[in-house]
């Protein structure tokens, strides 16, 4: 069923610099390691690569465990780390991890992260992960086997339960310029940006490498160029025009028809055509002297409806609320939009991108 039939209006708009761009090479690193999760309630992992962890961990304090000795605790789980560490973060900050199990533990609630290194894609250490903890699900068993389980109790999370142990190199102060990346890339936000910042600082100060790149020459002093980009950043900038688009959610019926979507002139009719076959069969009882036997005679129903068709008619470039308010008077039933569209598409009367999700 039709969910909504959405109007979005993309004008021309002004926006700061550091809402549609981010400067190149400034970003978040990817951390990722391997712990042990004690102190659970019986949840823990019957895994043979768990045992040789804690048989490990045991080592290094000083405890030896027999050979052939398996611990067999119910209470370790061995849990993979992954972190996002921030750009400019130094030594001392915090960040949040996320603790998932790699085993069969099949809750993690109630547990503790013991000290686990967090490594980058180049392997080297840049953050230690220790804690608590906090689950947001949980699940419990009946002794006759029914179960209970809210969201997933096996995935948990500490709020800053990381310590930054290493600054990663970041090329914001080095070279003479700085290059700005458009999230949206598009050309006519990198004219009217290279325009913007040369009438403010200059001539040649910046120039656009292409729809998404923009290169602004800049102080070498770290503090003015810190300065320097506090100044751009929130400076406004007029962005381009979305590209027209009719976005389907094919689970929902949810539509949702861009600005700058136009229709040129067409007609079209869209009606359903509904069989319903039933089946009745019915028992074929022969003479009591007949001998014959009882079948079953197979008795079918057809029958075959077709409902009104609808004529949709657009005019010449008709624009996005013609279209809905002809759409309006026609009193379209829910499916008979999509088709609609579909239809003007593949006869190329449609001018936009049709997307169906």
Same mark, same amino acid.
């Given at each position: 069923?039709?969910?909504?039939?959405?109007?979005?209006?993309?004008?021309?708009?002004?926006?700061?610099?550091?809402?549609?761009?981010?400067?190149? @090479?400034?970003?978040?690193?990817?951390?990722?390691?391997?712990?042990?999760?004690?102190?659970?309630?019986?949840?823990?992992?019957?895994?043979?690569?768990?045992?040789?962890?804690?048989?490990?961990?045991?080592?290094?304090? @000083?405890?030896?465990?027999?050979?052939?000795?398996?611990?067999?605790?119910?209470?370790?789980?061995?849990?993979?780390?992954?972190?996002?560490?921030?750009?400019? &973060?130094?030594?001392?900050?915090?960040?949040?991890?996320?603790?998932?199990?790699?085993?069969?533990?099949?809750?993690?609630?109630?547990?503790?992260?013991?000290?686990?290194?967090?490594?980058?894609?180049?392997?080297?250490?840049?953050?230690?992960?220790?804690?608590?903890?906090?689950?947001?699900?949980?699940?419990?068993?009946?002794?006759?086997?029914?179960?209970?389980?809210?969201?997933?109790?096996?995935?948990?999370?500490?709020?800053?339960?990381?310590?930054? !142990?290493?600054?990663?190199?970041?090329?914001?102060?080095?070279?003479?310029?700085?290059?700005?990346?458009?999230?949206?890339?598009?050309?006519?936000?990198?004219?009217?940006?290279?325009?913007?910042?040369?009438?403010?600082?200059?001539?040649?100060?910046?120039? &656009?490498?292409?729809?998404?790149?923009?290169?602004?020459?800049?102080?070498?002093?770290?503090?003015?160029?810190?300065?320097?980009?506090?100044?751009?950043?929130?400076?406004?900038?007029?962005?381009?025009?979305?590209?027209?688009?009719?976005?389907?959610?094919?689970?929902?019926?949810?539509?949702?028809?861009?600005?700058?979507?136009?229709?040129?002139?067409?007609?079209?009719?869209?009606?359903?055509?509904?069989?319903?076959?039933? !089946?009745?069969?019915?028992?074929?009882?022969?003479?009591?002297?007949?001998?014959?036997?009882?079948?079953?005679?197979?008795?079918?129903?057809?029958?075959?409806?077709? !409902?009104?068709?609808?004529?949709?008619?657009? @005019?010449?470039?008709?624009?996005?609320?013609?279209?809905?308010?002809?759409?309006?008077?026609?009193?379209?039933?829910?499916?008979?939009?999509?088709?609609?569209?579909?239809?003007?598409?593949?006869?190329?009367?449609?001018?936009?991108?049709?997307?169906?999700?």
């Amino acid at each position: 069923m039709l969910l909504g039939f959405a109007l979005v209006s993309f004008d021309v708009s002004a926006d700061r610099l550091k809402d549609i761009a981010n400067v190149q @090479g400034v970003r978040s690193n990817q951390l990722v390691g391997y712990g042990l999760v004690v102190g659970l309630s019986g949840t823990g992992d019957n895994t043979p690569f768990t045992s040789q962890t804690f048989r490990n961990m045991m080592n290094k304090f @000083g405890i030896t465990i027999p050979e052939g000795v398996d611990p067999k605790s119910k209470n370790v789980a061995a849990v993979s780390i992954h972190a996002e560490l921030p750009p400019f &973060a130094k030594p001392g900050h915090k960040i949040d991890i996320t603790a998932s199990s790699l085993g069969d533990s099949k809750s993690l609630r109630g547990g503790s992260l013991l000290m686990t290194p967090l490594k980058g894609a180049d392997g080297r250490v840049y953050a230690l992960a220790q804690g608590s903890l906090v689950v947001g699900g949980f699940g419990a068993e009946g002794a006759d086997g029914s179960s209970i389980q809210v969201n997933v109790p096996s995935v948990g999370r500490i709020p800053n339960g990381a310590t930054v !142990e290493r600054a990663i190199a970041s090329p914001f102060h080095r070279g003479d310029t700085l290059t700005f990346d458009l999230h949206r890339p598009d050309f006519t936000t990198a004219m009217n940006l290279t325009k913007k910042i040369n009438d403010l600082l200059g001539p040649n100060t910046a120039y &656009a490498s292409d729809a998404a790149s923009i290169t602004v020459k800049a102080p070498r002093d770290a503090s003015q160029r810190v300065s320097f980009l506090s100044m751009l950043e929130n400076m406004n900038v007029e962005t381009g025009e979305e590209a027209a688009r009719v976005i389907i959610n094919s689970r929902t019926g949810t539509i949702v028809v861009g600005q700058n979507v136009k229709v040129l002139p067409a007609a079209v009719t869209h009606g359903s055509l509904s069989v319903t076959i039933t !089946e009745d069969p019915a028992v074929s009882q022969p003479n009591p002297l007949g001998g014959g036997q009882t079948v079953v005679v197979p008795r079918s129903d057809v029958d075959a409806e077709q !409902e009104p068709s609808r004529m949709f008619q657009f @005019g010449p470039a008709a624009t996005l609320s013609q279209i809905v308010q002809a759409v309006n008077q026609v009193g379209a039933a829910p499916g008979d939009i999509m088709a609609v569209l579909e239809a003007l598409k593949q006869a190329g009367a449609l001018k936009a991108d049709l997307i169906v999700i």
